[in-house]
């Protein structure tokens, strides 16, 4: 595996941390695209907005906001918590 994780690889590692399929790669890839748009249209918190909705994710936009920018900082972080390595608080 490379520095980068390809959709199929992320969508197993996704599933697999969450213990069922919750995913497809189909899926994954609109909701990229989706993230990707409101990231142009709108910056960092256009982004979160979006994935919160599309995921119901129910968490306060400002703790995820400090971890977004944690993992853009530093993303052998991501890499490490969905491949199990480092654990979430």
């Known amino acids: 595996m490379g520095n980068t994780l390809s959709t199929k690889e992320m969508t197993r590692m996704i599933n697999s941390?969450?213990?069922q399929k919750v995913?497809?790669?189909a899926q994954?890839?609109?909701i990229?695209?989706?993230a990707k748009q409101a990231y142009h249209k709108g910056g960092m918190n256009r982004m979160i907005r979006y994935l919160m909705?599309?995921?119901g994710a129910d968490v306060d936009p400002n703790e995820l906001r400090a971890f977004a920018d944690l993992i853009?900082?530093?993303p052998q972080v991501g890499?490490?918590?969905l491949e199990g390595v480092t654990?979430?608080?």
């Open 17 to 19: 941390l969450l213990g």
């Open 23 to 25: 995913l497809t790669e």
């Open 28 to 30: 994954l890839k609109k």
């Open 32 to 34: 990229q695209k989706g």
């Open 53 to 55: 909705r599309v995921t």
């Open 72 to 74: 853009q900082s530093n």
């Open 79 to 81: 890499k490490n918590i």
């Open 87 to 89: 654990k979430l608080k």
